[in-house]
Nanobody, 118 residues
Framework: QVQLVESGGGLVQAGGSLRLSCAASGAIFRAADMGWYRQAAGKERELVARIPSSGSANYADSVRGRFTISRDNAKNTAYLQMNRLKPEDTAVYYC????WGSGTYEYWGQGTQVTVPS
């Protein structure tokens, strides 16, 4: 059973930083693609950043240059470093793991709230 546990959310003033963590268990982490998504109130969930098992990360235009996704395969953990936060970054952030076997399998964490007051 794959489980993803996010941590690191909170309230931060505009211009500040937060680092989100996503600890994975039950998956072959090093072979999985990891992603961070977010969902603001009244809006659809959107991709923030993804990092494949190998290769380069990709980012939403709205966060490129401010956010950095990374992974530590030894710790089965993915991170999202968020700098220069803006009020429009306020959302619930979800960790996503995608792996392949007989098909494509996706798993989600429970979400962590990030609030940047205006």
């Amino acid at each position: 059973q794959v489980q993803l546990v996010e941590s690191g959310g909170g309230l931060v003033q505009a211009g500040g930083s937060l680092r989100l963590s996503c600890a994975a268990s039950g998956a072959i982490f090093r072979a999985a693609d990891m992603g961070w998504y977010r969902q603001a109130a009244g809006k659809e969930r959107e991709l923030v950043a993804r990092i494949p098992s190998s290769g380069s990360a990709n980012y939403a235009d709205s966060v490129r240059g401010r956010f950095t996704i990374s992974r530590d395969n030894a710790k089965n953990t993915a991170y999202l470093q968020m700098n220069r936060l803006k009020p429009e970054d306020t959302a619930v952030y979800y960790c996503n793991l995608r792996q392949w076997g007989s098909g494509t399998y996706e798993y989600w964490g429970q979400g962590t709230q990030v609030t940047v007051p205006s």
